[in-house]
């Protein structure tokens, strides 16, 4: 059976699942022979039984826990509750997944009324020893009897204010007593018994309650948010205490080996003297920067330098480790991998696979798709001139626009309300998570870079400003004051997670810009991956973008768009509404001229690549004015009794548009049925991308069309259409005097030209997946109002695990792409398949694509860089073989 426990020296650090992280951690850096306090992990299995059986400890634990305790007592020759030379030991959570602050720590375990006599001898240090002591009372109070910390708090602040103390600092030993003996009372009113004098009571007690607290709201709602699963549960780490406040030779430090919001190579991160580790993280004394402490001591700087270096090589990974100096000796409290914006993770791992540290491949799989939309986040526009009302540290990246709240229950509230808030807070703590998930972004006035606010946002990639200590925050007037600026609940503010730079009002925001190692990063996802990025683009300028960002094709150029253009609609009306063939003729003759011009911007900056441009596909009275408003229209003139020629004309208009109505319009007259009774429109569409093309083509350019027709669900109706077009096709070929190298196919988004692929292949070149229609015709959802409607409910309730418009249901829309492929490759080997629903840039639904076998996968063109890297993943975690040759 496993054990129950590891000491540090024997765990396996790589089975962070058993040890949790900070476990594994420690037992690393234990057999890398670095300074680590003795200490032992008691495994995650425990807390799994501990749940299993309804909140107790199993039987044998404590009797295994106080052997463990025994051998501490020799490896550190102190003694557990005793009067002379106390052991005392801190009870640290950490589960397989960091979630930082989320569960509990207990410091200064050990402690009672004999120890603590022990302890201030031992460090001739009265005051720190009560210090120590009251901490620990305080947190046993809070975290293991769930008594409200304020009380605590109240008491503490009392007693300063009565002696005339400003700082903790100024409180001398006799009050740090005194204050010891008011905490008690506090426990002992609240739970009527005493505070247990019996260090193993304390330790049972503390052990409990960090398995307890794995289960706490906070945390779950962090796991919710993070998609964490809920049963991995926690590690307990007993770690021989070391103290960081025992002096100026002492104090505690955070360290990342490079900097976590840039990438930067070099040391990051803050170190107090004369502290404790929680005063570091709580963020409530700004502390200094590790490049101050090489000038304070460069000794203790050189030292945490081998140490960390020793670290990063060992793990090949940046780390975020936390450490204590105990009277000038070193001590690692903890070593993970550290938390990073977007875009130091794209740095660190292009960088490091420069240094030879890891494989361009492992770089690739190191960038989650989703991280890279963090890099798509927009930015202040640099030539704005807003009101800048405060300046604060720049803890994450991007600018975030919203209205001012100052707690978080309410941000939850106006998020909900899908209002945009920025959350304010003097500082953040972890009851704090779900505030900062429904904000846009948070403002703190105190704090550091490695406060709660800014590991949690930067971990999330929503943009921070920490520290902004010249922002006077007014909880109880719900307002804040800085500069003579008065900014109250609801007013708007912008605030620059970059720059750290508050600005009154709405700012004007930009399109981000790529750095130097983003497009490498993305050159190197391009080596893996099979799948083509191709993108939905309408217009050149769209292109054009899509091109810069990586796009090897359009896989879907909606047509319908160029219609909807101002000064081209009265054109497509007189097209829909004329009377005579000649009126109809020459609204399509200047359709077409435009169009040409349309097509030819296109298939000009995409020059060499494929461009597939759709057929128009929505219903014709989209077109038009909407009938209940021409309705309205008709109505209001009738009783004005005015202008009898212009009721006349509307009368006429709403006719037509009655005449044009349908029930269900989604699955009437559109797409290809569409150009089948009014085949001229098809035909101007296919004369103007010909004409483009052609004249391209005699400018020594490359041009290549591929002419989509949607809907298609019988192989007829696309026999039919591709032969009229075809014919159009070849006259204007012929007129030009020149070959333009083209393709014809057809959408795939109704489910029975899923299953009649093979016919359908007879007449199609390439297959495109419109998955947004497939979606709504496999499901009968209407995908218009499905997400406004109930859809959220379906997943709230478990009756769908997504939506299904977002991510490919693979079960059923997936089964009739499969039988699609299939069906399709069978009959045409060489078919040409993409995708072009919304699909196409998601990155689970691009890994189905790859699954499938699929040419390209189409998405509008912002999602590119997602979807490339999201190829890149597809492709190396299907291990294909032949792309090992470039690792
Ligand atoms: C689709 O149906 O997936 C598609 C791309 O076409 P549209 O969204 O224009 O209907
Ligand atoms: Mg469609």
């Known amino acids: 059976m496993a054990k129950n426990l590891y000491f540090f020296d024997e765990g396996d650090g790589s089975n962070k699942k058993l040890l949790g992280g900070k476990g594994a951690g420690l037992c690393t850096m234990a057999q890398l022979g670095l300074p680590v306090p003795p200490g032992f992990v008691i495994t995650t299995e425990v807390c799994r039984r501990y749940y299993e059986s309804g909140g107790k400890l199993p039987g044998e634990l404590m009797n295994e826990v106080g052997a463990a305790m025994q051998k501490l007592e020799k490896l550190t020759d102190k003694h557990f509750g005793d009067l002379n030379n106390p052991l005392l030991v801190s009870i640290r959570s950490g589960s397989m997944l960091s979630m930082p602050g989320m569960m509990d720590t207990i410091l200064n375990l050990g402690l009672n009324d004999e120890s603590i006599e022990g302890l201030a001898k031992g460090t001739k240090n009265e005051r720190f020893a009560y210090d120590a002591y009251r901490r620990f009372i305080q947190m046993f109070g809070k975290i293991v009897l769930g008594i409200d910390g304020k009380k605590f708090e109240e008491a503490f602040d009392g007693h300063k204010h009565k002696v005339g103390a400003k700082l903790d600092t100024e409180l001398k030993a006799e009050d740090m007593k005194e204050i010891v003996r008011q905490f008690k009372q506090i426990i002992k009113e609240e739970k009527g018994e005493e505070f247990p004098n019996d260090p193993n009571e304390q330790l049972r007690g503390a052990i409990s309650a960090v398995f307890k607290s794995w289960n706490t709201k906070r945390a779950k709602e962090y796991r919710e948010f993070y998609k964490i699963p809920h049963d991995l549960y926690t590690a307990v780490n007993v770690v021989t205490m070391v103290f960081g406040n025992m002096g100026p030779d002492s104090g505690t430090g955070v360290a990342f080996t490079r900097n976590p919001a840039t990438g930067k190579k070099a040391l990051f991160g803050e170190f107090l003297f004369n502290a404790q580790g929680e005063d570091v993280v709580a963020g409530v004394r700004t502390p200094l920067r590790i490049a101050e402490l090489e000038e304070k001591s460069p000794q203790l700087y050189q030292q945490l330098i081998e140490i960390v270096g020793k670290l990063e090589q060992h793990y090949r990974e940046m780390q975020d480790v936390e450490f204590t100096v105990e009277q000038g000796k070193f001590y690692m409290l903890q070593t993970r991998a550290g938390k990073r914006t977007a875009q130091s993770a794209v740095k660190i791992a292009v960088e490091m696979a420069e240094e030879g540290l890891i494989t361009r491949k492992e770089a690739v799989l190191r960038i989650e798709p989703k991280q890279i939309e963090q890099m798509l986040h927009k930015q202040v526009d640099p030539k704005a001139k807003g009101q800048i009302i405060a300046k604060g540290l720049n803890a994450s990246p991007g600018a975030a626009v919203g209205k001012v709240v100052f707690d978080s229950e309410r941000a939850k509230e106006m998020g909900e309300k899908k209002e945009k808030v920025i959350l304010v807070r003097p500082e953040t703590s972890p009851d704090d998570v779900g505030g900062i998930i429904a904000a846009q972004g948070v403002l703190t006035s105190r704090g550091g870079m490695t406060s709660h606010a800014a590991v949690v946002t930067r971990g999330m990639g929503k943009p921070a400003v920490v520290g902004c200590e010249s922002i006077k925050i007014d909880l109880n007037k719900r307002s804040f004051e800085v500069g003579g600026v008065t900014v109250k609940e609801g ?84 097209m829909i509404l004329a009377e005579t063939e000649e009126e109809r003729k020459g609204a399509l003759k200047k359709l077409l001229e435009i169009q040409k011009g349309d097509f030819k911007g296109i298939l000009k900056e995409m020059n060499g690549l494929p461009v597939v441009i759709r057929l128009l596909d929505p219903p014709l009275h989209e077109f038009l004015p909407k009938y209940e408003e021409l309705l309205e229209e008709v109505i209001m003139r009738r009783m004005s009794r005015e202008k009898p020629a212009e009721l006349e004309a509307a009368e006429k208009l709403l006719k037509r548009v009655e005449a044009m109505r349908e029930a269900n319009p989604m699955m009437g007259l559109r797409g290809c049925r569409l150009g089948i009774t009014r085949p001229d429109i098809n035909e101007m569409q296919v004369r103007a991308i010909f004409e483009a093309a052609c004249e391209l083509k005699r400018e020594g350019r490359d041009p290549k069309p591929e002419i989509m027709i949607p809907l298609v669900g019988h192989v007829n109706e696309l026999k039919v259409v591709r032969e009229q077009l075809e014919q159009v096709a070849r006259k204007v070929m012929l007129k030009h005097g020149v070959d333009v190298s083209y393709k014809f196919g057809t959408m795939i988004e109704v489910p029975r030209a899923a299953l009649t692929a093979d016919e359908i292949a007879e007449f199609a070149e ?120 470039y690792l």
Request: aromatic share 10%; glycine share 10%; net charge negative.
């Open 491 to 574: 007013d708007t503010i912008t605030i620059n997670g970059s720059t750290g730079e508050v600005i009154l009002g709405e700012a004007p925001l930009i399109e981000p810009q790529m750095s130097v190692e983003f497009e490498k990063l993305l050159s190197l996802a391009d080596e893996f991956k099979r799948l083509q990025n191709w993108a939905n683009a309408d217009y050149p300028q769209d292109a054009k973008r899509a091109r810069e960002l990586g796009a090897q094709g359009i896989g879907l150029c909606r047509t319908e768009h160029m219609f909807f253009e101002e000064k081209r609609l009265p054109l497509v009306h007189q």
């Open 766 to 885: 390439f297959f495109s997946f419109g998955t947004n229609d497939l979606t709504q015709m496999t499901y009968a959802y209407s995908r218009d109002d499905a997400e406004g409607k109930f859809m959220f409910k379906y997943i709230e309730q478990g009756i769908l695990d997504f939506d299904p418009f977002q991510t490919l249901d693979r079960k059923g829309v997936g089964k009739l792409m499969r039988i699609g492929v299939e069906l399709g490759r069978g009959r045409r080997s060489e078919l040409e398949i993409g995708i072009c629903g919304e699909h196409g840039g998601d990155p689970e639904s691009i890994k189905f694509c790859h699954e499938l076998g699929l040419n390209y996968v189409s998405c509008s063109p912002f999602r590119i860089p997602v979807a490339r890297i999201a190829a890149a993943h597809a492709a190396l975690r299907a291990g294909e073989a032949e792309k090992q040759r």
